[in-house]
Nanobody, 118 residues
Framework: VQLVESGGGLVQPGGSLNLSCRAS????????MAWYRQPPGKERELVAS????????KYADSVKGRFAISRDNAKNTVYLQMNSLKPEDSAVYYC????????????WGQGTQVTVSS
């Protein structure tokens, strides 16, 4: 099983980034996918999640209206479009997968660094 994130980097406040997470080794279309983040010295927090066929999404209050999660089951990939970035969005962003019907299996990616700074 692998979850490989990409798309992180350094961006100025107000800028945008699009994170990608490509999955392999499990049946992607049966998993809820999510993005978490962990700022330095803080706990990991849920940013956004999307159900297996994309019918439902959830967002942390801090990113509502600025971030959008989506998925392409044909490409085994989940995305996080991040707009109007703020310095407080700086963190390591992790991709997460949980089997939808029983929450029994959970997988994590290695993380990608996002830094918002002028």
């Amino acid at each position: 099983v692998q979850l490989v994130e990409s798309g992180g980097g350094l961006v100025q406040p107000g800028g945008s980034l699009n994170l990608s997470c490509r999955a392999s080794g499990f049946t992607f279309g049966t998993y809820v996918m999510a993005w978490y983040r962990q700022p330095p010295g803080k706990e990991r927090e849920l940013v956004a999640s999307i159900t297996s066929f994309g019918g439902s999404t959830k967002y942390a209050d801090s990113v509502k209206g600025r971030f959008a999660i989506s998925r392409d089951n044909a490409k085994n990939t989940v995305y996080l479009q991040m707009n109007s970035l703020k310095p407080e969005d700086s963190a390591v962003y992790y991709c997460n997968a949980v089997r939808e019907w029983d929450n029994k299996f959970t997988y994590w990616g290695q993380g990608t660094q996002v830094t918002v700074s002028s």
